[in-house]
């Protein structure tokens, strides 16, 4: 196993709580390192602009140090706790860039559809999050490893020592049953 695969598989929990408990910078540059690629990765590929993304990686990295205090392992993994903070944080600078100048604003009542497709939006993610965390644990970690670490499953094959067609296997069924709990 390379030293970048030990890096990829350590226990992220760990690190969380030298942030919150030490404020530990190095455990914070190691979870930068690791997450701050991924994270402006899955933004870019989800329509961020670069700047946008770039932007956006960095206000969650700084959320993170911050609200360290505020995550709970018994609720998310630590990549579902940071996307999601990712995820959020893009909805409000997307909001924010939207927001008309004050010369700008019109007069009157305003129709604010962009508000009750957020909340749907922010209601749709929490259903999904709580579906990947009923997971069983084997697809759960899969599936992070898969689209919150950017791994393709050659990479999560060698990473895990497990066979490429038993990753796909689980990965299919995991994205099966995350179909049917979001109908």
């Given at each position: 196993m390379t030293a970048q695969h030990k890096?990829?598989?350590r226990d992220w929990v760990a690190?969380?709580?030298r942030i919150r408990d030490?404020?530990?910078?190095?455990?914070?540059?190691?979870?930068?390192?690791?997450?701050?690629?991924r994270i402006k990765g899955f933004l870019i590929r989800s329509g961020t602009d670069m700047a946008l993304a770039e932007e956006c990686t960095q206000d969650v990295m700084a959320t993170l140090w911050q609200k360290s205090h505020l995550f709970d392992p018994t609720r998310a993994s630590v990549a579902?706790?940071?996307?999601?903070?990712?995820r959020n944080r893009k909805i409000d600078l997307l909001r924010k860039q939207r927001?008309?100048?004050?010369?700008?604003?019109p007069w009157g009542p305003e129709a604010e559809p962009d508000q009750e497709e957020a909340l749907g939006l922010q209601q749709e993610c929490a259903r999904l999050g709580r579906a990947i965390a009923e997971l069983p644990e084997k697809q759960r970690e899969l599936i992070?490893?898969?689209?919150?670490g950017d791994l393709s499953h050659?990479?999560?094959?060698?990473?895990t020592g497990l066979p490429l067609g038993t990753i796909k296997s689980r990965i299919r069924l995991a994205l099966d049953r995350l179909r049917h709990a979001m109908k």
């Open positions: 890096t990829d598989t690190h969380i709580e030490q404020e530990d910078r190095r455990a914070f540059a190691e979870l930068f390192a690791h997450f701050a690629p579902t706790w940071i996307f999601t903070i990712a927001r008309p100048e004050p010369e700008d604003l992070e490893r898969a689209y919150f050659s990479e999560i094959a060698e990473e």
